[in-house]
C-alpha cells in the first residue's frame, strides 16, 4: 500500500503514530476505511 507511505513522507499529513488533532485523525481513518472498503469490494 503506497498511499499510507506517500502520506507518512509528506508534510503536514496525518501520520498513525502523532496524529496533530483528532480532527484531521479522524478523516486520516475514515480515509483508510474507505480505501479498504473499495478494495473489498
Do not use: N, V, W
Amino acid at each position: 500500500m503506497d498511499s499510507g507511505l506517500d502520506a507518512a513522507h509528506r508534510p503536514g499529513m496525518t501520520t498513525t503514530k502523532s496524529p496533530p488533532s483528532p480532527k484531521t485523525a479522524g478523516l486520516f481513518h475514515a480515509r483508510i476505511k474507505l480505501m479498504e472498503s473499495a478494495r473489498a469490494m
